[in-house]
């Protein structure tokens, strides 16, 4: 397994990965990034400064990935986590965890000193490695993220 940062030719296979694992759990519908249009131009998008996005593969096989935005709105300070997706039969193995580990250390590294997310309570896996990985639950939305359909939120104090 090697975890490396985007690249433009990812763009394609990485939307498929995302989608999949969204119609896997039963929550592929507007309101999350199945219909955010940037998920199809992820390495565009990664090129905004404060952003990285890492793609774990297996081979030449694109099983996951997850990254950091400085989404528009959010406090002083703070970036989103974001796009965390890992393909069914590569879960459970630590792979989920490198790949936030990689994003989380970025972060740090940028300057950050704290995180955000947006998740839906389908996503249960992910929730779980979210908690154990330091973040706590909050009320309410932060930032423009457009995701009006997530039902979770949570941040994650870095220093």
């Known amino acids: 397994m090697q975890i490396r940062q985007i690249?433009?030719?990812?763009?394609a296979e990485l939307a498929g990965v995302i989608r999949n694992i969204?119609?896997?759990?039963g929550v592929a519908r507007p309101g999350t990034?199945?219909?955010d249009p940037t998920t199809?131009?992820?390495f565009e998008l990664f090129q905004e400064q404060g952003s990285m996005y890492f793609v774990a593969m297996d081979g030449d096989k694109i099983v996951g990935g997850c990254g950091i935005y400085p989404t528009s709105g959010l406090p002083e300070g703070m970036s989103e986590l974001v796009k965390l997706y890992?393909?069914?039969?590569h879960r459970g193995k630590g792979i989920g965890k490198k790949l936030m580990q990689e994003s989380?250390?970025?972060a740090k590294n940028y300057g950050y000193d704290s995180?955000?997310?947006?998740?839906?309570d389908e996503l249960s896996d992910a929730i779980q490695l979210y908690?154990?990985?330091?973040?706590?639950?909050?009320?309410?939305?932060?930032?423009?993220?457009?995701?009006?359909?997530?039902?979770?939120?949570?941040?994650?104090?870095?220093?």
């Open 22 to 25: 969204l119609e896997e759990h």
């Open 104 to 106: 989380i250390d970025f």
């Open 115 to 120: 995180l955000y997310l947006e998740t839906l």
């Open 131 to 159: 908690y154990k990985l330091g973040f706590k639950m909050i009320e309410g939305a932060l930032g423009n993220t457009g995701h009006f359909a997530c039902n979770i939120r949570m941040v994650k104090k870095l220093f």
């Open 33 to 35: 990034v199945y219909t």
């Open 86 to 89: 890992l393909h069914q039969e």
């Open 40 to 42: 199809d131009a992820l």
């Open 7 to 11: 690249k433009q030719e990812d763009n």
